[in-house]
């Protein structure tokens, strides 16, 4: 959906059938990197938090026969953008996240094994991951539109506001987006703090688990 919409179509002339000979293309490339060795074959759609009727009409489909016969994990990941003014001026402001009640449960039922869900830099609120409850979550914790590295204890911070709607085995925290804008010293640092933050979380739900104290359903901190 999100290459279509980002295409200039002088044949077609419909989204939709474009969109469908994209994601034939799109599934033989996934299917020889996954016989390549690939573990992941993600797919990337910020345009499912505009085109809400075409998410539900024909993008979920669409998205389904790019994946489909992939010998993989497959992912689909939802993000707003790097963190270019006009973005960065919405994404702090935006406290309307009503759209993520239509996608998410649609990919929730599909046949796409991970969601992956910009959460760090947009300030997304948490609490709807858990319309997406039983899937893999990949939850966006590092904010990929500054060369500002985070701290362990942030990291730590935004992953356990997510533990209360996605369980513990479930969650993936990663980056918001991809890193290319990024300077080297900025992405590893970034990385860096990232596995440390993780770090943290993992072993407080270790002690927490050994203590017998349960996580579902626990307040965030």
Known sequence: MTTADTLADEHYGEPQRLAADLAGVLNDEAR???ENGCDIIQFDEPC??????????WGISTLEAAAEGVRAKTAV?????YGVPQVLAWKTTNTDWHHYHRTLPLLRTSTIDMISVECAASGVDPSVLELARGKDLMVGVIDVGTEDVETPATVAERIRAALPYVAPDKLYPCT??????RSRTA??????????GARLVRTEL?????AGIPRVGRPKK
């Open 187 to 196: 992405a590893r640092g970034k990385i860096k703090a990232l596995a440390d």
């Open 77 to 81: 990941h939802i993000c707003y953008g």
């Open 32 to 34: 020889e990197l996954a």
């Open 48 to 57: 499912f938090n505009i085109y809400l009727d075409a998410v539900e009409e």
């Open 176 to 181: 918001d987006c991809g890193m290319i804008p």
């Open 206 to 210: 270790v002690s927490e688990t050994m």
